[in-house]
């Protein structure tokens, strides 16, 4: 019959076998188990030592010791030599040949509409501008009522304006900043308004139901229609450049007295209009702007006395400016996100 001894030389034999061939951290996980676990092989072993003659116990035990050592420090050596292999297996697959030409990304590049904002910006600061800003969900009051807008006025129209309720719509244009600013702060006044405006209007080349409009607003003692023509004919030769031409027609809005529509020669037609352009139509000139003098019941409704007080206001639409800017006929492009078309402008 086979000696204890035997048995703990066998166990050894055994175990040390298995660990020579584990693969995996599975393996080695089976190993532990079966010979150094709980209910593995040399616990079983170590149960029947008391059946040994007592002057035999202290040399089992002794073997019994260095057996579990020996055990562990092997599963120890089987753990680390396969996690080895695994990092050498993941930096071989992993491998950088740094020699190889890389991949430069591709750089972004600013909006057209933020690329003219940020002239006109420049522009106006450099005249002593100051931005304001206000809502874009806003009141009748400051958009009609305080800007000397009846209340049959056709821009009040529910086919025209988004409403949310009689009183809260979406705002149509940026003078409501004006009012605002008149409203809390008095003359000498010499602001823009940039921002998003909302319109029913249908989508074509040259009309979106969301635009963008700056509105500007001087408000000064001894203001007149050559300080509004002066600063328009400036920021439009800054932009376009100084053989720029602008036409002023007569017009009439509610909230300036005088009033005019300004107008910009087509940039794709210059002097000898086309009959099939997309632009103007065939007219050689661009409806650009709505502009006049502040009619004195707005002054007078924002606590500026007329009789001291006179301003210019002038809107126009973002996306025309940078239509003209950059020779563009159709300015849904400027909405549609094609990096294709977004892509050539610096």
Known sequence: MQSKIEKMEALQEAAMAFLREVANPQDVERVRVRFLGRKGELTALLKEMGDLPPEERPAFGQMANQLRAKLEDGITAASGRLKAAALEGMLAAETLDVTL????????????????????YDIFLGMGFSVADGPEVETTYYCFDALNTGEHHPARDWQDTFYFDDKTILRTQTSSVQVRVMERQKPPIRIISPGRTYRKDEIDATHSPMFHQIEALVVDKGITMADLKGTLETLMKRLYGEDMRLRFRPHHFPYTEPSAEVDLQCFLCKDNPQKGCRICRGEGWIELLGSGMVHPNVLRGCGIDPEVYSGFAFGVGVERLAMMRFDVTDLRLFFENDVRFLGQFQ
């Open 101 to 120: 030409p890389g991949t430069t990304p591709k750089q972004g590049r600013r909006h057209p509409m933020s690329i003219v904002l940020d002239e006109v």
